[in-house]
Structures are given as structure tokens and as C-alpha cells.
């Protein structure tokens, strides 16, 4: 007989504690504890009579050519090249940007046989949805259900290949008092389903709520039990929705998917680089174009500053996509090595398209386009700028530069503005222009005209 008491929990990362705290001593968060009750395991349930089975490690394993790959090789790449057999991948995003008809899209293509497990909307509603979508497979079975217990015989009967939950925070154990949502009803009922996984070789996606401090599913804890946990994001107002992996225990954690919402589902956006320029204005200061690395794939984006004099003490910086620290350094780099006076200038610089970057290769772009908007000067719209830029103002050279500067030249554009260092490992470009460059002056002064 297992008994229960009542514990609180820290919803963000899942401790435990006999009364409530104000502030969690893991994670320092406030306000996240709830009380919950939680089943006391007997001592004896410990020792299992069964026999452990030992196993050497060479031997049969899962290969990579197994992965089911669902043919919309946006949502393929993010996993690592398909789904992986008996993986449980969490696939977590805001209510309303389109995580049920990700999946949806993703089960119809699957050839394998899917079970929709659907705990948030009725079959009704999910039929209306696949109409919409126009989708239509056979190998697609759907259940409305909550309860685990079901949800686990309709898989053992039905054994398809990959199972969806739609959402995790619906389903629910009936042996636990606690209501469904609750941090314990999510731990167990995911611990219950990687089982399945493991021992059925099942791959299991589970759909996760984020909350509003920006955690899946309420607990961390779910992100270290599952394999993969990729998150789905975007902002409402713009069509563009990036998928990127969290973690991932089959692949690398760099590649991003990007779709676009459409009144018909979600299309995959094979050529970013197109979307994100389309709505470029050339002639416009503080505008500039640069090549940065999403994954493996280069992608060139619009760098976009606004610099305006500062009538009050404190000048304002606001930096969208990019580190507010990193802006603050080049800012520095742009006072003291190009004499801009910037330090009572407020500056707002954006990443255009929603794309969030941490590479260093974009601060020239950033530096330049800075300039642009300062001297009131736009910059040359044919160039793509790239380069890291030291605390001297010099040009530090950058990784991959060869696909950055295809990129470029599949785009179009009459110049590639590049790192000195990077000139030697450049070959095989014949229409692109390459222009070396030492320092963050001569680059401003090549190409912002009579700057
Ligand atoms: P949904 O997949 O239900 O989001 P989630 O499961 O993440 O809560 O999609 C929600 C939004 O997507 C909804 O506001 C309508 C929009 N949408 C489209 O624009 N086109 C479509 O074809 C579909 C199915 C949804
Ligand atoms: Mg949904």
C-alpha cells in the first residue's frame, strides 16, 4: 500500500518541499510553489525480485536509417535528420502558434501509422482542422481521450509507429488524486509514456504549453526526461514561425526550421534568406544587409539601427534580436575608434524578421548600420557585411565564410564586405565582388558614401 501527503512544488524546476517557500533554493524563482499531493513509495517496492539484465556494449542498435522522416525536411532537419525511433520529443510553444497543426502536417506525411492522441480538442474539431489542411491519410487514427490508462491499452492495440499527445498537460493518471496539470499528473504521465516508448520502440511527440516565464510545461523537469525538446516560436502579429531544438539527444542543437502560417497550414520557407530581404527598403539609413549562420544554412538578414540625440540624461538603448551587452561594446568600439558621438545618442537596433543572433560575425553590420543612422547617411544597398569587430576597432575573421558569401552572390548582391584574414580561404565566386577589410572605420567609409 503506497500512502500520500501533501508536498509543495516548484513548478519551474520541480523541488520538493515539505511547507511553502516564497522562493525556491534550486532555481531562485518566486512565487512557483503549489501544493500537491504526492505518493510515498514503500521501502520494500525497492528490491525487485527480477534479475537485472546485463548487456555488453557492442552489439544490435537502432541505426541511423531508421529515423522516420515525414518529408517536410523543415521539421526533419530540427530532429536531426527525421524522427528517431522510441524517442520522446517535446515539442513546447505559446497557445495559438500552431503546434497542433505542426504536428497535424507532420502525421500526414508520416508513411508509418500515427495515433493523434487528443486531450485539448474533440475529433470533430480535429477532422475540421485536417480538412482545412486538406489533408487526407489513411495511416492517421485519432482518440479524444485524457485518461493514460486508455491512452496506454489504445497504443499497445493499435501499435503504430509514432504516437502524438496533444498536450501534455491534459493527460492524466486516475490512480493519482491530483487533477490533471498539475506538476506531478505531467512527471508521472510523461515517465509513463517514455516507457512506452522505450520498451515499443515507439517514437512519442508530446505537445507542451509554455508558461508565461517562458519554461515548458511548467517543470524543467520534463525537459531532462525527454530526448528532445524543440520550441516553436514566432510572433503573433508576423506569418514566420521557427522551429529550434533546445536539446536534443540525437542531434545537434544548432539547426532551426523556419514556415510561414498560411490560411492553409504551415508552408516550409526553403529559401529564408529571399523572405527575410523582401521587405527591405534600399535607400533607408541605419539599413544594412549581412550573412549570419542559422544551423548550417546561411541566411542573410537585415540589420536596422535608429540613432536619435538624447535631450535627457539617460540615452536609451533598445537592441531586438541581438545582445543589449554586445550593442553596448560596439557602441563603445564606435566612440572611441571612429569618433561617432554616440554615448548621448538612443539607439534601437533590430534584427529584422524576428530572428534572434549570437554571432559574432554580425557586428560589423551592426556597427555599420549604427553609423548609417547617425550621419544620416544610407548605406550602400548592393553590399553584405560581415566581420566580428575587436575592442580595437580591427576586423576579426569569420567562420564559414564561404557559404556566407555564395549566399550573397545567389542573392544578387554586387559585394561581399568581408575580414581581411578570411580573404585566403576564399574561392570558386565569380560574379560577387569581395572587398577586404582591416577596421571598422574604412568599412564605414566604403560604404557610406562621403562619410
Ligand atoms: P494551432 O495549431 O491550433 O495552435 P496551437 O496548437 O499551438 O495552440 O493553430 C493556431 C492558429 O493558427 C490559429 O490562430 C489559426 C491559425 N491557423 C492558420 O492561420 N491557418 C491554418 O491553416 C490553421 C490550421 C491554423
Ligand atoms: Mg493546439
Not at 56 to 68: F, K, M, N, T, Y
Not at 245 to 271: P, W
Not at 389 to 408: D, F, M, T, Y
Amino acid at each position: 500500500m503506497s500512502k500520500t501527503r501533501i508536498k509543495f512544488i516548484c513548478s519551474t524546476c520541480g523541488y520538493e518541499s515539505l511547507k511553502w517557500l516564497g522562493k525556491c533554493p534550486s532555481c531562485d524563482e518566486w512565487n512557483t510553489f503549489s501544493e500537491e499531493l504526492v505518493e510515498v513509495k514503500s521501502k520494500k517496492a525497492k528490491h525487485s525480485e527480477t534479475a537485472a539484465q546485463v548487456l555488453p556494449l557492442v552489439g544490435e542498435a537502432i541505426s541511423e536509417d531508421e529515423r522516420l522522416e515525414s518529408g517536410m525536411s523543415e521539421f526533419d532537419r530540427v530532429l536531426g535528420g527525421g524522427i528517431m525511433p522510441g524517442s520522446v520529443v517535446l515539442i513546447g510553444g505559446d497557445p495559438g502558434i500552431g503546434k497542433s497543426t505542426l504536428v497535424m502536417q507532420v502525421a500526414a506525411k508520416l508513411k508509418e501509422r500515427v495515433l493523434y492522441v487528443t486531450g485539448e480538442e474533440s475529433v470533430n474539431q480535429i477532422r475540421i482542422r485536417a480538412g482545412r489542411l486538406k489533408i487526407k491519410s489513411d495511416s492517421l487514427f485519432l482518440l479524444a481521450e485524457t485518461d493514460l490508462q486508455i491512452v496506454k491499452s489504445a497504443i499497445e492495440k493499435e501499435n503504430p509507429a509514432v504516437v502524438i499527445v496533444d498536450s501534455i498537460q491534459t493527460m492524466a493518471k486516475p490512480e493519482l488524486e491530483n487533477a490533471a496539470g498539475t506538476i506531478t499528473q505531467i512527471r508521472e504521465s510523461t515517465s509513463d509514456l517514455m516507457q512506452i516508448a522505450k520498451t515499443n520502440n515507439i517514437a512519442i511527440l508530446l505537445i507542451g504549453h509554455v508558461t508565461k516565464e517562458g519554461y515548458i510545461a511548467g517543470p524543467k523537469v520534463l525537459e531532462h526526461m525527454v530526448d528532445t525538446v524543440v520550441q516553436f516560436e514566432g510572433e503573433k502579429n508576423y506569418s514566420y514561425r521557427i522551429l529550434r531544438a533546445q536539446k536534443n539527444r540525437f542531434g545537434s542543437t544548432n539547426e532551426i526550421g523556419i514556415f510561414e502560417m498560411k490560411h492553409d497550414g504551415l508552408a516550409e520557407v526553403l529559401n529564408p534568406s529571399e523572405i527575410f530581404l523582401s521587405e527591405r527598403e534600399k535607400e533607408i539609413t541605419g539599413s544594412v544587409v549581412t550573412a549570419s549562420i542559422e544551423g548550417t544554412r546561411p541566411v542573410l538578414l537585415e540589420v536596422q539601427a535608429l540613432v536619435t540625440p538624447s535631450h535627457y540624461g539617460n540615452p536609451q538603448r533598445v537592441a531586438t534580436g541581438f545582445d543589449y551587452r554586445r550593442l553596448s561594446i560596439l557602441l563603445a568600439v564606435l566612440e572611441k575608434r571612429r569618433n561617432l558621438k554616440l554615448s548621448s545618442a538612443n539607439v534601437f537596433l533590430n534584427m529584422a524578421g524576428g530572428l534572434k543572433i549570437d554571432e559574432p560575425a554580425v557586428d560589423l553590420a551592426v556597427c555599420c548600420s549604427i553609423a548609417s543612422s547617425f550621419l544620416n547617411k544610407a548605406a550602400n544597398p548592393e553590399f553584405v557585411m560581415m566581420g566580428e569587430v575587436g575592442l580595437g576597432g580591427e576586423i576579426r575573421s569569420v567562420s564559414n565564410i564561404e557559404k556566407r558569401v555564395q549566399e550573397a552572390e545567389k542573392l544578387g548582391f554586387k559585394s561581399a564586405v568581408i575580414p581581411k584574414n578570411n580573404i585566403k580561404s576564399l574561392k570558386g565566386l565569380n560574379k560577387i565582388q569581395v572587398i577586404p577589410v582591416e577596421n571598422v572605420a574604412d568599412a564605414i567609409k566604403l560604404v557610406i558614401k562621403d562619410s
